[in-house]
């Protein structure tokens, strides 16, 4: 039985309901830019997947930014390819490298023997869930999080990061059929493994699209958007009597907000490119917005980052509307914190926006 | 005295006259993907520079797609970064890599001495254009070409490529005095610059906002079009009677398409994250717009690249208009051909919109 929660700004905003403040979290908060976190990662063999695979370190450094900041919710520290690993690709994190896939899906061979993993190979990931609640014990709600079919099937054709998605868009435009096998697959794994990270305790899904955006704009539809949506549709969207939000999170999809939004997405997150104001008209509020300061703000000095996370506060304005509905606000980066962010400057951010998102609430109250 | 042009239809397309078939040319068409290119490059001591700094060599990797394929326009072989160069940032491309500039802008003093160069640094690249047009005899137009001020600025700063743009980002955040300065110099060199390139006989001229699109929102508006704009202000429009169209192109620009419109190009050019029809709804046809095939495509088989090539072209639909008027489209990638693009792929996809492309117009007359 876990604790029962004391801050659910986070879940409230999600669902649209009133909040005395916006709430906020930082995509990649548990990570390199924490000098706790790098004595935890030598301390697990100076491993990326040591600290992922033991459910003692993923507790760990999980809850690091949360002893350090005033965030409100903490993220599973997991990756986004576990689930391809599981389907025994084989990956790798070489010595400052991007992931690496020794069995790559490069031909129709490789494609037919895939399958839906034995969610037992993701054991980890489930055990560190119940870790993390138990240590968390109701202080924020715990995120749990997945790559998308589309980007899971990038690094899975890809083998590794990919500047020009070559390999993938070939078997897109030339194989569209084993491209579509992949994906379906990959949607059906990835609901399995949401669905299983919520038994196990994530109060709310996250769906990280990130390599959305380098599709052709039917492509997108037809090859990310039709399978996120896949995901969705499989989605378990109540446990214990609680809604569980579900994020969706395209990085480069401003120009498809409406179509994401339209997925059931309880939250849509967007990059900095989006005007966030402008974002919230088209989507008329149907949905709550996750977002979008650009991680390289927090390079600047205090004073300006304190000033850009008000802007970006300003330009959704207040949570409330004149009719007296909510709308919903999740302040967060529009991608993952960088490795080299002074944490000093992670504090003067969670400051402005603690101390500037009240102050909306009490204009709108106002008028 | 120039030859009279025999193949008008790009300039037409730019002005939104009616044309018998869509206008074509790709971006980086003279380029690595060419066997006879590698010939010259290698000729030319295997240096990019050593092709572009020589008017001999400039003007025979001009032509040779024209020889290979039936395109109606050619570009001014050269980069971007010869404008920074002539600063005295010293350029250089180390073997297999991006641009290395020796002396970057890191501080107030190195920015302090930034001015808009003497354009005699830049004859070879006049001497260039005035050598292509005289070669081409009138067989196509010819395109000069610039980096966007934000665009040089992002490589001035950052010293060459950047994943992340953090140099240049920090100084826009905490020192935005700095960029707008270097910017102010950038548009003022980059107008001066590009009406030479008219002078010496180029009869379009683009505008190529290459890392816009990395930008949040604001920061777009402010830092990127603002100085695009500066640069518009100055551009000869006219030159010996012949009105000089201009091409804006932001790569990851799609939701800015109306603002970038308003700078009063002729045509805005689109990558392959937009939808062409909804772009051209969009900008109602006040500007011309060129794009927008991803790169990848010609990586897949013939069909698959004809197949994509009539969707482009079916995306804009008829340039005329129900009302009568013309809209103009010219086809293109919507960024560089990739260097290990097959070059049947291109001969596939130059008769695809050959092909197609007149039809278009039939179905519209018969309305």
């Known amino acids: 039985m876990n604790a029962p929660l004391q801050n659910d700004t986070f879940l409230r905003a999600c669902l649209r309901?009133?909040?005395?403040?916006?709430?906020?979290?930082?995509?990649?908060?548990?990570?390199?830019?924490?000098?706790?976190?790098?004595?935890?990662?030598l301390a697990a063999g100076n491993s990326f997947m040591g600290l992922a695979t033991n459910p003692?370190?993923?507790?760990?450094?999980?809850?690091?930014?949360?002893?350090?900041?005033?965030?409100?919710?903490?993220?599973?520290?997991?990756?986004?390819?576990t689930v391809?690993?599981?389907?025994?690709?084989?990956?790798?994190?070489?010595?400052?490298?991007?992931?690496?896939f020794a069995h790559p899906l490069r031909d129709e061979a490789a494609v037919a023997k895939l399958a839906v993993p034995d969610l037992d190979k993701l054991r980890y990931v489930f055990d560190a869930v119940s870790s993390i609640r138990k240590a968390l014990n109701g202080r924020v709600p715990l995120i749990g999080f997945s790559g998308s079919p589309?980007?899971?099937?990038?690094y899975m054709v890809e083998g590794g990061g990919s500047d020009d998605y070559r390999l993938v868009k070939t078997m897109l435009y030339s194989r569209p059929d084993l491209l579509h096998r992949i994906l379906a697959i990959n949607a059906d794994a990835v609901a399995a493994y949401l669905n299983a990270q919520i038994d196990a305790g994530a109060q709310a899904v996250m769906i990280f699209d990130s390599w959305g955006g380098v599709l052709e704009h039917r492509a997108f539809h037809a090859f990310s958007l039709a399978y996120t949506q896949r995901v969705m549709n499989q989605l378990k969207r109540e446990h214990a009597g609680q809604r569980i939000p579900a994020i969706v999170f395209t990085?480069?999809?401003?120009?498809?907000?409406?179509q994401i939004a339209a997925t059931g997405a309880d939250v849509v997150g967007l990059d900095w490119t989006c005007d966030l104001g402008l974002a919230r008209q088209r989507v008329d509020d149907r949905v709550a917005l996750q977002g979008n300061l650009d991680p390289m703000v927090l390079?600047?000095?205090?004073?300006?980052?304190?000033?850009?996370?008000?802007?970006?506060?300003?330009?959704?304005?207040?949570?409330?509307?004149?009719?007296?509905?909510?709308?919903?606000?999740?302040?967060?980066?529009?991608h993952g914190i960088n490795q080299h962010t002074p944490v000093e400057h992670v504090?003067?951010?969670?400051?402005?926006?603690?101390?500037?998102?009240?102050t909306l609430r009490q204009a709108a109250a106002a008028r």
């Not at 480069?252 to 907000?257: D, E, F, H, P, S």
């Not at 390079?299 to 409330?320: H, N």
Request: proline letters at 7%.
């Open 17 to 41: 309901q009133p909040t005395d403040h916006t709430p906020m979290w930082l995509m990649r908060q548990a990570g390199r830019y924490l000098p706790e976190y790098r004595a935890s990662r």
């Open 150 to 154: 589309w980007t899971l099937a990038c």
């Open 347 to 358: 504090q003067a951010l969670v400051e402005a926006v603690h101390g500037h998102s009240p």
């Open 56 to 81: 003692h370190y993923a507790t760990e450094v999980t809850l690091q930014p949360l002893d350090r900041y005033q965030l409100d919710a903490a993220i599973l520290f997991s990756d986004i390819l």
């Open 251 to 258: 990085k480069g999809g401003g120009q498809w907000l409406e």
């Open 299 to 334: 390079f600047a000095t205090p004073e300006a980052v304190a000033a850009e996370a008000r802007a970006v506060l300003d330009s959704f304005g207040s949570p409330q509307r004149a009719d007296g509905r909510w709308g919903g606000h999740i302040f967060n980066l529009g």
């Open 84 to 100: 391809p690993d599981a389907m025994g690709l084989g990956l790798s994190f070489g010595a400052g490298e991007g992931p690496k």
